[in-house]
Each structure stands twice: as C-alpha cells, then as structure tokens.
T-cell receptor, first 116, second 112 residues
C-alpha cells in the first residue's frame, strides 16, 4: 500500500523555536508538496518540489523553508516559529504527469502543530 | 483565474442522498478529483474522473461532470454517519504541470 508518512501527528512548540516537519514517501514520486490547512481557508500551498534539491515557493512561503536532499524525503522548516503558524500541515506527493490513470496526490495524515 | 469553488457546509439525514457541488475554472483540466478528509486526518482520494467522461459510478458514489458549465458534483447514495467528513474537489489543468488546484472543501454532516 502506497504511503506518505509524516513523522508527528501532534506537535507543540514554543515561539521562536526552529521546527522541522518531516515527510517521507515510499512511492518513488518525483513531486512533493507542503500545505497548511486552516478553518475557512482551505488548503494553502507553502512549498513544493519537482526533484531532489529542487524547491519552488507556493502561495504562502513566508516564514518557511524546505529541504529535499533525497527523493523520498521532503522537510518543512519553520525557522522561528510564531503563534500564527499554528495549523494543520499536510504533506503530499505525486507522480510526474503522463502516467495513466492520474491518481493526483497522495496525502500524509497531517501534523497538527501548536505554537505557544 | 484558479478558483475552485464549493459550498462550505451540507447537512443530510442518514439514508438520504448527498450531493456536493463544485465549480472549476480551467476548461483544459484533464482530470478532476474528489478527496475525503475525516476528522484529524489527511486527505484520501475518493474518486476521479477523466475529462472525456460525463459520469462515473463507483458503488455509492456517482460523479457527474458538466464541462460546458465547468461543474462537477459528487453524489453519495444512502449516506451513512461514516460519510461525515470534509470533501474537496480538485482540478489538474493541462498548463499547470503537476499541480492540483483544490476547492475550499465542503463539510458534510450526516445526522442519525
């Protein structure tokens, strides 16, 4: 069964801490994504990556960075956590387009981060 | 524009049919998707439809696609309390590479 695994389901961090959210996929997918989900705002794309060591900003990259040193792992980094980064964080992966059928994204179970 | 729109909330009684609607913007979208998110969990792919289809049925789920109106719907027959969740539609426009554009999600509440 294909999987996207996020290392923590729940996380509580203090303001100013550096926070790492880890995501690993076992499907050999080229593409990986980080979203945050907030009530009333839906899913908002933070960063994505099409290949190892490659990253692209999404819609709300401010306050975040990412790392993709290996194909299977995509890390989201909060350089200095703030209370407005309290949210549900979702990682996803997908194949490069062209494969049929296209199953879209596979999501992890999410990490609920609380910054106090 | 890239807005995919859904109503925020739907409430039905157990055993009734639910219909969740979505309007999308890009007529080039090759695939359209429905994802389900249960409380505290990630999104799971529920079903998808290829743009050359008008309808797809999968057990209790029926997806209808009206390309002319850019309207997608998900019908759940005999809705159960376990169907209570947030449902997201998503499109993959041809010119967006591998990116999906998601709607804001519809929260379905099933009352016993």
């Amino acid at each position: 069964d294909v999987k996207v695994t996020q290392s923590s389901r729940y996380l509580v961090k203090r303001t100013g801490e550096k926070v790492f959210l880890e995501c690993v996929q076992d499907m050999d997918h080229e593409n990986m994504f980080w979203y945050r989900q907030d009530p009333g705002l839906g899913l908002r794309l933070i960063y994505f990556s099409y290949d190892v060591k490659m990253k692209e900003k999404g819609d709300i990259p401010e306050g975040y960075s990412v790392s993709r040193e290996k194909k299977e792992r995509f890390s989201l980094i909060l350089e200095s956590a703030s209370t407005n980064q309290t949210s549900m964080y979702l990682c996803a992966s997908s194949e490069t387009g062209g494969a049929l059928p296209d199953y879209g994204y596979t999501f992890g179970s999410g990490t609920r981060l609380t910054v106090v | 524009g890239e807005d995919v729109e859904q109503s925020l909330f739907l409430s039905v009684r157990e055993g009734d049919s639910s219909v969740i609607n979505c309007t999308y913007t890009d007529s080039s979208s090759t695939y359209l998707y429905w994802y389900k998110q249960e409380p505290g969990a990630g999104l799971q792919l529920l079903t998808y439809i290829f743009s050359n289809m008008d309808m797809k049925q999968d057990q209790r789920l029926t997806v209808l696609l009206n390309k002319k109106d850019k309207h997608l719907s998900l019908r759940i027959a005999d809705t159960q309390t376990g169907d209570s969740a947030i449902y997201f539609c998503a499109e993959r426009p041809d010119n967006a590479g591998n990116m999906l554009t998601f709607g804001g999600g519809t929260r379905l509440m099933v009352k016993p």
